[in-house]
């Protein structure tokens, strides 16, 4: 049973650019959350999405979006790149039911130079 | 807002020891929950143990234990015979039990890296 797997693992981009990250949920499981950890901090929360639609943001301006599809997976955009947004970006997913535990991927590695 | 905070940057322990790892928070909420995470270097966030706010009973897994103090809102890990394999940064998080459905999203320390000495 595959768990929370996010692609890719490693990501160089550049200021200005936009960039997008990946996350499949583990099976059985269909609402994905996106968290933001920097250096040294814990992680932040993002957004979370189920049924396709954004639920719940956290403090994040309008360059990060999100989208759902049909199977549960997910995708984090984030738009106009600045050196700030370099951070492990840890995708989780949970069955959207009270209470649910999380489960975390791997996470992305984002370098912005 | 609630807040989590975590005093301790880093700790070390000896292996077969037992060490504590502290956490307080701050929320005016009387529903919610606490979580200790473990991440080590493969990033992947594992939660180690968690504890419903309305039980009074301090939770334990295995060699993981808390000691949760509800007024004094702190939530502190105790991890007893101590292994190499619990080397690894620990967050603590917390989460509102008040929601219309789903998972609540969490509110994490800045974490407290342990290393354990052989």
């Known amino acids: 049973d595959a768990g929370v797997t996010q692609s890719p693992t490693h990501l160089i981009k550049t200021r200005g650019q936009q960039v997008t990250l990946r996350c499949s949920p583990k099976s059985g499981h269909d609402t994905v959350s996106w968290y933001q950890q920097a250096l040294g901090q814990g992680p932040q929360f993002i957004f979370q999405?189920?049924?396709?639609?954004?639920?719940q943001r956290g403090n994040f301006p309008d360059r990060f979006s999100g989208h759902q599809f049909p199977n549960y997976s997910s995708e984090l955009n984030v738009n106009a790149l600045l050196l700030g947004d370099s951070a492990l970006y840890l995708c989780?997913?949970?069955?959207?039911?009270?209470?649910?535990?999380?489960?975390f991927g791997n996470g992305t590695r984002l370098t912005v130079t | 807002a609630q807040t989590v905070t975590q005093s301790q940057p880093e700790m070390s322990v000896q292996e077969a020891e037992t060490v504590t790892l502290s956490c307080t928070y701050d929320t005016s909420e009387s529903d919610y929950y606490l979580f200790w995470y473990k991440q080590p270097p493969s990033r992947q966030m594992i939660l180690v143990i968690r504890q419903e706010a309305y039980k009074q009973q301090n939770a334990t897994e295995n060699r993981f234990s808390v000691n949760f103090q509800k007024a004094a809102k702190s939530f502190s890990l105790k991890i007893s015979d101590s292994q190499l394999g619990d080397a690894a940064m620990y967050f603590c998080?917390?989460?509102?039990?008040?929601?219309?459905?789903?998972?609540?999203?969490?509110?994490f320390g800045k974490g407290t890296k342990l290393t354990v000495n052989p």
């Open positions: 998080a917390y989460r509102s039990g008040v929601t219309q459905g789903g998972s609540e999203k969490l509110v």
């Open positions: 989780a997913s949970s069955p959207w039911s009270y209470n649910s535990p999380l489960h």
């Open positions: 999405y189920y049924e396709e639609e954004e639920r």
